[in-house]
């Protein structure tokens, strides 16, 4: 494909190299999903003027994808006139598919960024392009050029570029906020295990004559559940246990709720601190 790109009108002047740069970096300073999104229209109308956008983060369905709804931006209304809204929903999805832009000339012809040619690149109506990061697309942007102009190529390559950048910065909010579970989960863990190397020093011996029914213990624990109680006792989150177990979570709960039930204990820890002290478990951390 021959742009020409040495053309005073495909030629990126240094002004809109400045925004973009001042764009990624602003973008990339963003610490949540939401402060992401809320940036981008100022960021879209820095780097080409249009204050018309719609971007989308999608989540991965058993059928392909579908629209996160908690994480979407839009600042004008759905141009009809430029496309169907049905048939828009269509093209995200092949955006998404495909991870490459696709564009609405002024006749209303659609084209794929594959068949850009000379003789259409500066007639661009409207475009949608991928957030897309490590050639896997999170989302989608779609602008609607601005009033004054159509879009060009070099349009369409600024905004792919900041689609980008947009892209890794999502990813990097969301690579943060897993780590940052995963170390108040491995916190939590450990606090856990101090406290009940605690109470296991002060009350794995039960007194002479304690027996379970003395403790107001009414039946007796399953294998499964002497399994379930003794990840409690080393601090094991509902999550956790399931894991260790390959069991589902609501497996867990219910087991969780009759040991409960059983020992006759109002919550978890009173029930790992019974069991302890009854020497229906002993306390084996990691």
């Known amino acids: 494909m021959d742009l020409h790109l040495d053309r005073k009108d495909a030629v990126i002047k240094i002004e809109r190299l400045e925004s973009l ?9 963003k610490v949540s999903l939401k402060d992401i999104l809320a940036a981008t229209p100022v960021a879209i ?26 994480f979407r931006t839009y600042t004008c209304p759905f141009p009809h006139h430029l496309m ?11 955006v ?6 696709i564009m609405v000339l002024s006749s209303g012809r659609l084209i794929a960024y594959d068949e850009l040619d000379e003789g259409c690149a500066g007639d661009i ?22 009033e004054n102009r159509r879009f060009n190529h070099t349009d369409i390559v600024l905004l792919t570029v900041i689609a980008n950048q947009i892209a890794i910065a999502v990813e ?14 491995e916190e939590r863990h450990r606090i856990a295990e101090q406290v009940l190397a605690v ?47 390959w069991v589902g979570l609501k497996t867990v709960k219910t087991h969780v709720s ?4 059983k020992l006759g204990q109002k919550n978890r820890v009173q029930a790992v601190i019974c069991a302890l002290k009854s020497g229906l478990i002993e306390f084996t951390p990691e």
């Open 45 to 70: 109308e820095a780097i080409t003027g249009s204050d018309k956008m719609h971007i989308a983060i999608v989540k991965e369905t058993v059928d392909g994808f579908e629209l996160d709804r908690d």
């Open 21 to 29: 740069y001042d764009v990624s970096g602003v973008i990339s300073s």
């Open 96 to 101: 998404i598919k495909t991870n490459k832009p």
């Open 125 to 146: 109506l409207f475009t949608v392009v991928p957030l897309s990061v490590r050639d896997r697309s999170i989302g989608f942007l779609s602008v609607v050029a601005p």
């Open 199 to 245: 109470i296991m020093k002060e009350y794995s011996r039960a007194e002479p004559g304690t027996s379970p029914r003395s403790m107001g213990i009414r039946e007796e624990l399953t294998p499964k559940e002497r399994q379930v109680l003794t990840l409690m006792a080393r601090g094991y989150t509902n999550e956790q246990i399931a894991k260790d177990l």
């Open 172 to 185: 990097n909010v969301r690579l943060r906020e897993r780590m940052q579970k995963l170390i108040l989960s």
């Open 84 to 94: 169907r809204k049905d048939e828009r929903a269509r093209v995200a999805m092949i």
């Open 258 to 261: 009759s040991i409960i039930r």
